[in-house]
């Protein structure tokens, strides 16, 4: 390590892309400080509380080995829970909350515990510093390289120097810090050419929908309703133009069509019902049967009034709160208003459920912002690379010779804060090029999560939990390889040699680089 820093790799974010960054870079022997705004690691998987959005392939050849690890070792954490039933210990892809939407819901606490049992083994050994209530608010750049990094803790300005730095905040908050040179929001098409992008011309203000999850429990008996929200009678009567129906009800819109949309609350075995749909604690798998738990993460709770990221502090703390607003007055509406089957209304048993969240009023510790500020990078994915549609005759997605990974979801955009509904349309398995990790100027700052080289259209199948884990998980091993070489990042795309020792790194760690022939041409 350079005489006068603190640390080798210094990786901002302690989301899905830090935590894998993160470790990583320590196994690769290089000595690693990882901050967290918060006090848990996990982004989307703890503080966000957003069960895992997965691909058909997750279990064995669709994601790193780390990450199939880390789901590995919640399904044992949960077997080792005396009240686990014997026979939901025996199930082999055990599934804690049966929901629908991934094989693996489960609650938040369990994985920030296991996510700490994965990172102590390289704390013990003195490699990783993991840093939380770590805000960054300043960086040192001298010509094309970060010098240091200053964070606001509890305790006053803290800064760290380091050789390389990896950006995994969720919205991409070094990017301005350092001036590297980024996109926010939403592109012009006549910029990428992609057929869904704006017509117009591009909005750094149009952005995904943010939403702020809250679990609830279906209490066994009593009355649990809540205080009645403070912005209740506006959220009532709010409807957007695009929307089927009043933002709390039970119409949404269908993904894929845009047409109006009903799931029931509770349905039937086999129906895909918003109960089931994320929920992370299924009360019959005990012994005995515990109440159940489900995350909501439901159209209804989409705040889309206005943009968070990239606007003044005072706008965003207003509109976060507005986004929290918006959630409490669902789950006032789901208690005392939301129309039954039986013709009834209300269900005054759901109440918020803090304990598997790790809060006191069973709201998420943060928002799920599923856009951030992303790089100008060497190479940017567009929807030309991986859209189905926009691939015609393709037989696949575009392969990239640079890759460091894979991934694999349809391209699912949320309503917009420029008043546009869903868009989700279908994918191909697609790959994770290193050009992409690579701002197109700074020399040792790597993108390390939804921050890289993809677009607002791209962004809808790149920003997921194994995605952002592999990209993350690539840019710290880059890290390590850069400085054991003493290259700088860009050099080991740019020489043909050093690539292949890094894809080959990569390998030894089990981070897949390429979809077997028989899944590439799967449209998705």
């Known amino acids: 390590m350079r005489s006068g820093l603190d640390c080798d790799v210094l990786v901002v974010g302690g989301g899905c892309g830090g935590v894998a960054a993160a470790l990583s870079a320590a196994l690769l022997g290089r000595r690693v400080v990882l901050t ?56 082999r892809d055990l599934n804690p909350g049966e929901g629908w939407v991934s094989a693996l819901c489960a609650e938040p606490v369990v994985i920030r515990d296991v996510l700490a049992d994965l990172l102590a083994p390289l704390r013990r050994s003195g490699n990783l510093d993991v840093r939380h209530h770590h805000e960054p608010v300043a960086a040192g750049v001298d010509g094309d390289r970060v010098e240091a990094v200053t964070f606001g803790t509890p305790d006053g300005p803290v800064t760290v120097r380091a050789a390389l730095v990896v950006d995994a905040t969720e919205e991409g908050d070094l990017l301005p810090l350092a001036g590297c040179e980024h996109v926010l929001g939403a592109e012009s098409a006549a910029e990428t050419g992609e057929p869904h992008a704006l017509d117009g011309p591009a909005d750094p203000f149009d952005q995904q929908a943010l939403t702020w999850c809250v679990a609830l429990e279906l209490a066994p008996d009593g009355e649990h309703v809540v205080e009645r929200p403070r912005d209740y009678d506006f959220w009532r009567g709010y409807r957007a133009p695009f929307w089927p129906g009043p933002q709390l009800g039970w119409a949404t ?29 299924s009360g019959r798998l005990y012994d005995p049967p515990l109440p159940d738990v489900t995350l909501v993460n439901w159209p209804q709770v989409d705040y889309w009034l206005a943009p968070v990221t ?9 509109r976060l709160a507005q986004a929290r607003q918006l959630t409490l007055s669902f789950v006032y509406w789901l208690q005392t208003e939301a129309p039954r089957p039986d013709g009834g209304t209300g269900y005054p048993r759901l109440r918020p459920a803090g304990a598997p969240l790790g809060t006191a009023d069973g709201l998420a510790a943060a928002p799920y912002v599923r856009e951030s500020r992303r790089i100008r990078a060497e190479l940017t994915v567009l929807e030309q690379h991986v859209g189905v549609a926009a691939r015609p005759g393709a037989a696949g997605a575009e392969p990239f010779t640079d ?52 677009t607002h259209i791209t962004n809808g199948c790149y920003r997921l939990h194994p995605v952002e884990w592999n990209t993350g998980e690539a840019a710290g091993a880059l890290a390590a390889f850069a400085l054991d070489h003493g290259v700088p990042p860009r050099a080991v795309r740019a020489r043909p040699d050093l690539l292949a020792d890094f894809q080959a790194v990569l390998g030894k760690l089990g981070v897949p680089l390429e979809w077997p022939e028989d899944v590439r041409g799967v449209q998705r």
């Open 36 to 91: 967290e705004a918060t006090g848990w690691l996990g982004g989307q998987l703890t503080t966000q509380a957003v069960p895992p959005d997965e691909n058909p392939w997750v279990e064995t050849i669709g994601s790193t080995a780390s990450y199939r690890l880390l789901r590995s070792r919640v399904r044992d954490r949960y077997r080792a829970d005396p009240r686990l039933s014997e026979r939901a210990r025996a199930v």
């Open 253 to 281: 819109q269908e993904p894929e069509t845009g047409r109006p949309l009903r799931r029931p609350l509770f349905g039937v075995d086999g129906e895909q019902d918003l109960w089931r749909f994320r929920r992370i604690r």
């Open 403 to 454: 890759s460091v990974g894979i991934g694999s979801y349809r391209i699912d955009l949320h309503p917009s804060t420029g008043g546009r509904g869903y868009l989700d349309i279908p994918c191909y398995p697609f790959q994770i090029p290193l050009g992409a990790l690579l701002p197109v100027r700074l020399d040792n700052l790597v993108a390390g999560g939804k921050c890289l080289g993809v």
């Open 310 to 318: 990239g606007v003044g502090s005072g706008e965003r703390r207003e």
